[in-house]
């Protein structure tokens, strides 16, 4: 078993074993690191994440760039990493599976599908051909990928459960291995979503109430947790706030709270 294998088997063990698990969004190798070093067991990338490295929005980045930020997260750990791959760069279900094995190839063990993109949520059966053409590149793989399938109605604005939990459904028979509605917020929306599905289902906590636990997900039926981009706006919402310290106050006090120097060195691997 390669490296490779190995990390896919750890991962699809984390959506087979009892409870629910963290899975931590890094936007860069560097945060990779540090999300490893804190203790998580499996590393995503986030879209809107690694837009903002490069000064752009979310959804405004090529693939090529895409899938080198992919290849330097997943060669930054030893953990299994997955990745946001949006709409995976097609329309067309041939051409948006194909992005599938160039995936797999940066070193990634998972990844998954949009049903929309920018403004559009695909037609139903759309939708479902580009899900079925991804798990056949999948499938075709020389290790278990695993895939997720996101329905975006509620991401989208379209407050729309039944036909969220119709595409869901319609994904999982199809073959997917993760299911994924992100958008939605309440205990009861979650539940309604875990109870309608056979296959894990990924939850992100960007979008939903704050004040919810790991705990309380995992008894809903989530198995897996994100927080998409919400960490990377976290950590440049304190650096605006040191910014605006230094401009409005002519204060420092904010590198009382930096991490130490010596600290983040150890934490990249720098002894």
Not at 159 to 170: F, G, I, P, S
Request: charged share 20%; with cysteine; glycine share 8%.
């Amino acid at each position: 078993m390669n490296a490779q294998q190995a990390k896919a088997a750890a991962f699809r063990a984390l959506h087979e074993r009892p409870g629910a698990f963290i899975i931590a969004n890094a936007w860069d190798a560097g945060s990779a690191k540090l999300l490893a070093a804190a203790g998580f067991e499996a590393i995503a990338t986030t879209s809107l994440g690694f837009a903002a490295t490069l000064g752009k929005i979310d959804g405004t980045v090529g693939r090529d760039d895409v899938l080198a930020n992919c290849r330097q997260i997943a060669g930054a750990t030893d953990l299994p990493v997955s990745a946001d791959l949006e709409n995976c760069f097609a329309r067309e279900p041939r051409a948006a599976a194909a992005l599938i094995p160039l995936a797999a190839a940066t070193g990634l063990v998972g990844g998954s599908i949009e049903d929309a993109h920018e403004n559009e949520v695909y037609d139903f059966n759309l939708a479902v051909e580009r899900v079925h053409a991804a798990v056949e590149a999948a499938r075709a793989l020389p290790f278990p990928f695993v895939l997720t399938a996101r329905a975006e109605n509620f991401w989208q604005g379209r407050r729309d459960m039944e036909d969220t939990l119709r595409r869901l459904q319609a994904f999982e028979r199809a073959g997917a291995d993760v299911l994924f509605a992100p958008g939605i917020r309440t205990l009861d929306e979650i539940r309604t979503v875990c109870s309608s599905v056979g296959k894990p289902v990924n939850v992100v906590m960007s979008a939903a109430d704050p004040s919810l636990t790991v705990a309380q997900l995992a008894a809903a039926g989530v198995k897996r947790i994100s927080f998409g981009g919400a960490l990377t706006r976290f950590a440049l919402g304190a650096a605006m706030q040191a910014a605006r310290e230094m401009q409005e106050q002519g204060s420092f006090r904010w590198l009382t709270t930096a991490l130490p120097g010596a600290e983040l060195k150890r934490l990249l691997g720098g002894g």
